[in-house]
């Protein structure tokens, strides 16, 4: 019962945190943890609660059109090929080197996010063959990222797509959570496979999960950027600190 009470409210924090910039998982994971939870049952079950999450924040975003249908598509499917990449690469490589980089690239994220030109709503823009192809590779690269480490891969989407794509913040939130549903839900199969899911702890954890994302989603709807910036700058601090944790 303890257990339940650790997660299930972080697991809350969680979703309505990962439906508007990502990053639930800086949160959730932690929580399993911090409940006794072996680590890779930990993100086995975190995958089952934040997925059941991601769904329900998925079709709230595509209700609302900020989804577009081939876009998200293309992309979802870019990062299911990176995503066995990463993972192959965490075998091979030490994840240091990569939290080492982190701590580069952070601060410059923490910069942009400041700028108040950066993290505009763009126009909505007619997606043509350049925008595909640079949201496939963005989903492509942000996919090795969450098969090789994960934490923040939806923050970083949203910045990148975005800020290099140009896509408006409501396309661009659109697409990352058809990109995060199509890896979550490719993890979770691993996991299940695996026998690292504790189910009945992850899928009550994933009903508080589900009214996070809910809420979350309805937030970003009627706030956008607003809620965005501060949201991500408290993602980017708690990665920051977390990592520096992990090294030190």
């Given at each position: ?73 293309l992309s ?16 091979k490589i ?29 126009k909505e ?124």
């Open positions: 019962m303890l257990q339940y009470i650790i997660v299930c409210p972080l697991a809350f924090l969680a979703g309505f945190v990962d439906s508007i910039a990502g990053g639930g998982g800086l949160i959730s994971i932690p929580a399993y943890i911090f409940a006794g939870i072996p680590i890779h049952f930990a993100i086995g079950t975190n995958k089952m609660s934040s997925c059941m999450g991601t769904i329900i924040s998925t079709y709230r975003y595509a209700k609302d059109g900020y989804i577009k249908l081939k876009l998200g598509l979802a499917i870019c990062a299911l090929i990176g995503s066995p990449i990463g993972a192959t690469l965490s075998l030490s994840d240091r080197y990569f939290k080492i980089l982190m701590l580069i690239i952070l601060p410059i994220t923490a910069f942009y996010v400041l700028n108040r030109r950066s993290l505009k709503d763009n823009i007619s997606i043509n063959y350049k925008t595909y192809g640079i949201c496939m590779i963005i989903a492509f690269i942000l996919g090795i990222y969450d098969g090789f480490y994960g934490p923040g891969t939806g923050t970083f989407l949203i910045l990148l797509l975005t800020g290099v794509a140009k896509l408006s913040l409501n396309t661009s939130a659109g697409t990352t959570k058809a990109i995060n549903l199509a890896s979550n839900i490719a993890g979770l199969i691993t996991f299940i496979i695996s026998g690292k899911v504790l189910l009945v702890l992850g899928i009550t954890a994933g009903i508080f999960s589900i009214l996070g994302n809910y809420i979350g989603a309805g937030y970003f709807t009627k706030s956008g950027v607003k809620i965005v910036r501060p949201v991500i700058m408290i993602v980017v601090a708690v990665f920051f600190v977390k990592i520096l944790l992990e090294l030190f």
